[in-house]
């Protein structure tokens, strides 16, 4: 099995299990460099590089900063390791950007050019339903369309159809949440509301919300606070959960959720678009 072929192996294994990397490709070479065309390595958000090799230090640490950044707004970019002159002959530094890429100066007395495409692999995001509600059912579903993975909680005897999620779990103790944006709605409906809102606040996630009134969110805010949750935790609590689009049926519910929830997902994201000009 070829160095190529094992990387791509363990993309597809990692991909799986939902642990976010990044994919190293040269594109490109320029007289001597000890990595070629088609060189890939795989590079953990902590730097470590698990699989495959794109040469030594003198592309290593451009790629490195380049696959940090690129974790971290989930763009991919393009890294050109040149010798110092021939930057200068094409006016920029190392550092500079242009055209979307990044260029870096090759120290080595190889004096070749590289160009490696730096590809983030991010999780889906994740969506943590706890309860078994008409309207939790149908936010799975939905929510798998729009590419979260999706985890259900709910005591197995409130389940009483098969859930469309990716997880599955007896009550409302999800375990090992996958690393990625993550959101959180409760819609138990009157089956453990306060159980599952105080597991639904020891998740760390960007988006909390309750399917239910206001009324009933500030009636559990006291008991909630009496057994010992932070009341700054539970004000940020969306209730009622979703966008105000008058919404009567449990799918319009959960329409109406995911659509509150792409407005948080989305946020600083969205660029220019030409069709709504």
Same mark, same amino acid.
């Given at each position: ?6 990387? %791509?192996?363990?993309? #597809? ?11 190293? $490709? ?6 001597? $460099?000890? =990595?070629?065309?088609?060189?890939? #390595?795989?590079?953990?958000?902590? *730097? ?8 030594? *230090? ?9 696959? +940090?950044?690129?974790?971290?707004? &989930? ?15 094409? &006016? ?21 050019? %590289? ?20 309207? #939790?059912?149908?936010?799975? =579903? ?18 009483? #159809? ?29 089956? &453990? ?5 105080? @597991? =639904?606040?020891?998740? +760390? =996630? ?10 009933? %969110? ?22 009622? @959960? *979703? ?11 959960? %329409? ?8 948080? +997902?989305?946020?600083?994201?969205? $660029? ?6």
């Amino acid at each position: 099995m070829s160095a190529h072929v094992e990387v %791509m192996d363990l993309v #597809a294994q990692m991909k799986s299990a939902e642990q976010p990397f990044v994919l190293a $490709t040269v594109v490109r070479t320029v007289s001597v $460099t000890a =990595a070629k065309a088609g060189a890939k #390595a795989i590079i953990r958000p902590d *730097g470590t590089i698990v699989a495959g090799w794109i040469g030594g *230090g003198c592309a290593r640490g451009a790629v490195l900063k380049a696959a +940090r950044d690129a974790l971290l707004d &989930g763009e991919p970019r393009m890294v050109s390791v040149q010798p110092e002159n021939l930057l200068a002959e094409l &006016g920029v530094k190392p550092g500079d950007n242009r055209e979307g890429i990044r260029f870096a100066s090759n120290m080595c007395p190889s004096k070749g050019t %590289m160009d490696i495409f730096v590809e983030p692999v991010l999780p889906h995001p994740s969506l943590v339903i706890l309860g078994a509600s008409p309207v #939790a059912m149908s936010l799975a =579903a939905q929510a798998r369309q729009l590419g979260y993975h999706v985890t259900l909680a709910a005591p197995a005897a409130d389940v009483t #159809a098969e859930p469309d999620a990716h997880v599955i779990v007896d009550g409302f103790a999800p375990r090992y949440l996958n690393d990625a944006r993550r959101f959180v709605v409760v819609s138990t409906q009157g089956k &453990g509301d306060e159980a599952a809102l105080r @597991a =639904a606040l020891a998740i +760390r =996630a960007e988006y909390h919300a309750f399917v239910g009134s206001r009324r009933k %969110m500030a009636a559990l805010r006291e008991k909630l606070v009496a057994g010992g949750s932070e009341a700054a935790a539970i004000e940020r609590v969306k209730a009622p @959960a *979703g966008l105000d689009l008058g919404a009567i049926t449990p799918e319009e519910i959960a %329409m109406s959720i995911l659509a509150e929830i792409t407005v948080e +997902r989305r946020r600083g994201q969205r $660029t220019a678009n030409p069709l709504r000009s």
